[in-house]
């Protein structure tokens, strides 16, 4: 075991690796009710962000518990220039659906009125700025509803570069397909928004939308829902959903069924690869976030099912201490194929603090059963439309090599929960290198 730790150690010596900090911060706030253009100063962060996630639910949502209606945004800004968002909504309690989606390549959040056509957007934000100690948005659109929306900052010296570019899937045919990122260094991890679009930005009728992810070795999964718009026959309302651990991308098609797919093959200094599976269909441009720098890993794995409260391992043995997490789940068993309901749940997680919005839309089912739920005090949760019923809620905890949680609520549903780790390597080892290193060169 020594001999394996020193030759561990020559090894992280020889390469002289400087332990950059990665620092992480998540909280939530209410949105300004002023008229537009609003300013949104958001303070207390404690450093300078390089980016910053977002996620927000329905118009509406005032308060943390569950909000009628569901809806849910999700979207990064890293400046003026370099923002995205995707997402979705499906209004309650009618009897023809009313379900829409944005997808935005100039704004980095969006609050739905899932009661208006096609998802409209009544508050749409810009980061203005990023501050030493957080960061500045600017509402558009904005109108005179406290909405919330969760946020998780990310910076340090550790992360280094962001860069946010507009792409088309090719519509004439499949294979791998090359797409510039425009960091010149090799992403440590990149992110897909797709909104069922043919234009960079804008909202449209029918629940359509997927989030992919994908690191620099390979691994990747993605997230996609969907909701037909204008129908009032139960069955052809094809409310889904999907997450697969071998595709960055995913389109889904009514039945439902899966249209497309496009899956991670490499990355470099210039170009990230993907191979989709066949021909796009026209509605083809997508907005792919690059990042580089910090230490990150993504997975997935099956939520336990034992009696609440219910300990659990979301992750094991990072290699890394982590700083921060994205979790996700769309409340089922992973499946090859669309399983049913349109749900998401988006949560971020720091050291201190966790919040989360999920939507819930139910499938088959008129008058329309949907909803949201929002938290600043769970990190994922998983809810049935209708009442609604919450049916699994997680408490998390960031470990110095992993991270577990309990489920304050749970169901016997081996639900497939999707993460992200963003982190540093151990603190706890920098000493002992910075003093190995500094013997060596005496």
């Known amino acids: 075991m ?33 008229a537009q253009p609003a300013a949104d100063a958001v303070t207390g962060v404690g450093f300078l962000p390089l980016l910053v996630f977002y996620s927000t639910g329905p118009n509406g949502g005032t308060a943390n518990g569950n ?29 023809t659906t009313n379900t829409g989606r944005s997808w935005r390549g100039e704004k980095n959040l969006v609050s739905h009125d899932a009661t208006g056509a096609a998802g409209s957007a009544v508050a749409v934000a810009d980061v203005t700025s990023m501050d030493a100690d957080g960061f500045t ?8 509803t406290a909405s919330l929306y969760n946020y998780m900052a990310l910076g340090g010296a550790g992360v280094t570069a962001a860069n946010v570019t507009f792409q088309n899937w090719d ?53 996609g829902q969907l909701g037909i718009d204008a129908t009032a026959v139960a069955a052809d309302m094809d409310a889904a959903s999907i997450g697969l651990t071998d595709k960055i991308a995913v389109r889904l098609a009514t039945g439902p069924a899966i249209g497309n797919t496009a899956s991670l093959v490499s990355m470099d200094a210039t170009n990230v690869t993907l191979n989709q599976d066949a021909a796009w269909n026209s509605a083809n441009d997508f907005e792919m976030i690059a990042i580089a720098g910090g230490v990150w ?30 979790l996700m789940t769309h409340g089922k068993a992973a499946s090859a194929s669309p399983v049913t309901d349109a749900i998401w749940s988006v949560g971020f997680a720091s050291e201190t603090a966790e919040n989360h919005v999920t939507a819930s839309y139910k499938d ?79």
């Open 137 to 144: 948005l600017s509402w558009t659109i904005n109108n005179a």
């Open 2 to 34: 020594k001999r394996l730790f020193n030759i561990i150690l020559a090894v992280l010596l020889a390469a002289d690796i400087s332990f950059a900090q990665v620092s992480v911060f998540t909280s939530q706030k209410a949105k300004p009710t002023g």
């Open 67 to 95: 909000v009628a209606h569901a809806a849910l945004s999700f979207g990064i800004g890293v400046s003026a220039t370099d923002r995205l968002s995707v997402g979705w909504s499906a209004q309650d309690n009618v009897a």
């Open 171 to 223: 519509s004439a045919s499949g294979g791998n397909k090359t797409f510039a990122h425009g960091l010149g260094t090799t992403p440590s991890i990149v992110f897909i928004f797709w909104g069922n679009a043919s234009a960079g930005s804008g909202q449209g009728s029918t629940l359509l939308t997927c989030l992919g992810v994908g690191t620099a070795n390979g691994d990747q999964w993605v997230i």
């Open 297 to 326: 890993k993504i997975g997935s794995t099956a939520k336990t099912t034992g009696a609440e409260p219910a300990a659990d391992t979301i992750a094991s043995s990072l290699g890394f201490e982590p700083k921060g997490m994205i």
């Open 364 to 442: 088959a089912t008129l008058n329309t059963q949907a909803d949201s739920r929002l938290s600043n005090t769970r990190a994922l949760s998983i809810i049935t439309a209708g009442t609604p019923t919450l049916e699994a809620e997680l408490d998390i905890s960031l470990d110095a090599n992993g991270v577990t949680g309990t489920w304050t609520d749970n169901h016997a549903t081996a639900s497939q929960i999707l993460w992200i780790a963003v982190g540093q390597v151990s603190t706890a080892i920098v000493p002992i290198i910075r003093e190995q290193n500094y013997r060596r060169r005496l």
